[in-house]
């Protein structure tokens, strides 16, 4: 593998990602972690380092600290060389240090066009950092190159389900795209962009519910027309910019990406993506691809006599303790789950931190699901405590029955501010019952008393 001339990956890691509700309350969405030791950012940058990328640059903006400290220089991924670097850098105005907001994947760019002008590339690969996938981008920067595109949009085949979720296109025989939808929801549009049993032939796609050529939110430039194409009006790639370029008669190409691709956009969705991970066929074989992250020194899982795990993903430092079954489940780093528990379809984020003094393990800093509780669909972000005998599913009440019990113990219901920050202790999914718990930052009491049932 070789690049023939120097790229750059742009990682578009900014937002808050409001659909995933307290999870991003403290981080920005692409620090979430995922799959137990890993977080979402990993994948596009074990991607960039697979594909031999010299050059990165990380733009977040919302609650940024948690990426930062977890991306450091990029060692994990090889950015420590003088040849090959790495920058978490938030968008700011052209030759001043103050640092700005942006509105949308395109601005957030266009603002940070004269850090990539550093650099120098050629070629520019801007990514989204928040997506579950693993691809070598070489084949989508050569064709790129031999299309001369002014765009090259990497699609991936979704069903028809999806389509309202992500723009989607219509390609020719050259893979030029020659029309293009952003999020449609009438049912006429949508028809007339699914794929024929030619098409679907061609592009050996096999799976007879995969009808439609979504986007991936990740894309290819030449350095001098990205410039270009950042003059046209409007603030984000997939509402502006891409119809823009349509309008002027430019050269837009889909790449196609045939692989596991997951946004994970939405609480649905980034539930599903860690379950599915649970099964015995992965989507992703990651024994084979594997997710370089910042790891921890802690030991090994330990399961105690007695206790039994069945289609989980476990991380180190996790203990569960005799008596206790956990079926279909995600846990981070340090879960404690003490005697008796049953669990099933939960995922657990783990603890915030490594704390040990004297070299003993400080629990308190553990998440902790107390002895004899009974947890299905519940979701809990880093260092939630739960006492003895708690009951958590959906089967326990309404989603508004739900919320005020919650109330009643003195948590606050998820909130999203004028400001643009966030506040609250917890939201249920209205789309699927799951309670999320978010990050526990007081770990002198349980965020959930012995005894509950909710």
């Not at 439609?212 to 997939?238: H, P």
Request: charged share 30%.
């Amino acid at each position: 593998m070789a690049l023939d001339d120097y790229v750059l990956a742009l990682i578009m890691a900014g937002g808050r990602g409001t659909r995933l509700s307290v999870l991003t309350r403290d981080r920005t969405k692409s620090a979430v972690s995922i799959h137990g030791e890993n977080r979402l950012i990993d994948y596009a940058l074990t991607n960039i380092s697979n594909t031999g990328i010299p050059g990165v640059i990380i733009v977040p903006q919302y609650a940024p600290q948690s990426l930062i400290n977890h991306v450091g220089l990029g060692e994990i991924w090889g950015y420590e060389r003088e040849d090959k670097k790495l920058e978490v850098t938030p968008p700011h105005e052209e030759g001043k240090d103050l640092f700005v907001t942006f509105v949308g994947t395109a601005d957030s760019v266009r603002k940070s066009m004269d850090r990539i002008k550093k650099y120098d590339p050629r070629v520019v690969l801007v990514l989204a950092g928040d997506h579950v996938y693993c691809m070598n981008y070489e084949e989508a920067i050569k064709q790129h190159k031999r299309t001369n595109a002014d765009i090259t949009i990497l699609t991936n085949p979704i069903p028809e389900n999806k389509v309202n979720d992500f723009g989607i296109m219509m390609i020719n025989e050259e893979g030029k795209v020659i029309d293009f939808a952003e999020k449609p929801k009438n049912k006429e549009i949508i028809e007339r962009f699914r794929l024929t049993n030619r098409t679907k032939r061609r592009l050996k796609i096999h799976d007879p519910k995969l009808n439609f050529l979504a986007s991936m939110g990740n894309y290819v430039f030449f350095q001098d027309k990205l410039e270009s194409i950042l003059r046209y009006q409007g603030d984000d790639f997939g509402k502006n910019i891409i119809p823009a370029i349509k309008e002027n008669d430019g050269k837009i190409y889909a790449h196609i990406f045939e692989g596991y691709w997951r946004d994970v956009g939405k609480i649905k969705d980034y539930f599903d993506c860690n379950m599915e991970f649970t099964r015995e066929k992965t989507p992703i074989d990651l024994t084979i691809h594997r997710v370089k992250t910042a790891k921890r020194n802690l030991p090994a899982t330990r399961i105690a006599r007695g206790a039994q795990c069945d289609g989980c993903i476990l991380s180190a430092g996790d203990e569960i303790s005799s008596g206790s079954l956990v079926t279909n489940s995600v846990l981070g780093y340090q879960v404690l789950v003490e005697e008796n528990c049953r669990i099933d379809n939960s995922i657990f984020l783990g603890a915030n931190r490594n704390e040990y003094f004297n070299n003993i393990p400080r629990r308190e800093y553990y998440t902790l699901i107390g002895a004899g509780s009974r947890l299905e669909y519940a979701l809990f972000d880093k260092n939630v405590r739960i006492g003895k005998n708690v009951s958590i599913s959906p089967r326990n009440g309404t989603l508004q029955e739900r919320e005020a019990k919650l109330i009643s113990i003195g948590l606050k219901p998820y909130e999203e501010l004028p400001n643009g920050r966030a506040e609250g202790d917890f939201s249920i999914d209205p789309e699927t019952n799951i309670l999320v718990l978010g990050k526990q930052t007081d770990s002198t009491k349980l965020m959930i008393p012995d005894n509950y049932e909710g």
